[in-house]
């Protein structure tokens, strides 16, 4: 394969887009069609609330345009789901993807992958000696990780990258359903899984990652 075609279909999964941008898209054959669905901008509310900062009949719309639309034309889909990304959010969406497949008649089979990290899991880590530093410079954190920290979260999720979307890809599904990741991530799963370069890949896909926005004027479908 020498070249590879990447349909991102909107800047957030539930924040809606024309679907005559997806049919006009449809028209070029692309190889993958995703999605971002999960975002820190709303802040930590929603990670510890377990609730969702977009409305369940705007997602579901969302989905349903893309995950009938990768089916009729045997591409994948790729979305990460669920707003702040936890398992409790992703569950929530998967009930709404049960619903799109009775709805439309729909056979799929799904990698669903999780972007919540286990308590106990990161605790014996840092117990371990692993040590995690803070990445933003706010002072009521600490310079590294701690089990308090830990203790005192109710959640916690990660920035899943590309490795765990290649692999889930590698099993022969219709999509990939993802808690919190990288935005980056879902758009270059697909191109890296295939051998492109790296570099020009995740370039590609930073142009790609809130969908039009990158286009002139500039759009959220």
């Not at 800047?11 to 024309?18: D, L």
């Not at 377990?50 to 790729?78: C, H, M, Q, W």
């Not at 880590?125 to 933003?136: A, D, E, Q």
């Not at 191109?191 to 969908?211: N, S, W």
């Amino acid at each position: 394969m020498d070249e590879i075609r990447i349909y991102d279909a909107t800047t957030h999964v539930g924040y809606g887009f024309p679907k005559e941008s997806l049919e006009q898209a449809l028209k070029w054959e692309p190889h993958a069609i995703v999605a971002q669905g999960t975002s820190t901008d709303p802040g930590p509310f929603y990670l510890g609330s377990g609730t969702s900062y977009t409305e369940d009949a705007n997602v579901k719309r969302d989905l349903k345009l893309i995950i009938s639309s990768a089916k009729s034309l045997g591409i994948p889909f790729i979305c990460s789901v669920g707003g702040a990304g936890a398992d409790i959010h992703v569950e929530k969406v998967l009930k709404l993807v049960d619903e799109i497949s009775r709805e439309e008649n729909l056979k799929l089979r799904i990698a669903v992958i999780s972007g919540e990290i286990d308590k106990h899991w990161l605790k014996d880590k840092i117990t371990s000696g692993v040590s995690t530093r803070k990445l933003v410079n706010v002072e009521r954190f600490n310079e590294t990780l701690t089990i308090k920290d830990v203790d005192d979260s109710i959640r916690i999720v990660a920035q899943m990258g590309y490795e765990p979307i290649v692999k889930a890809l590698d099993m022969d599904v219709d999509g990939v359903l993802t808690g919190r990741a990288l935005d980056l991530s879902l758009i270059a799963a697909l191109p890296l899984k295939y051998g492109f370069d790296k570099g020009l890949t995740f370039h590609m896909a930073k142009i790609l990652e809130c969908g039009a926005l990158a286009a002139e004027p500039g759009s959220g479908s």
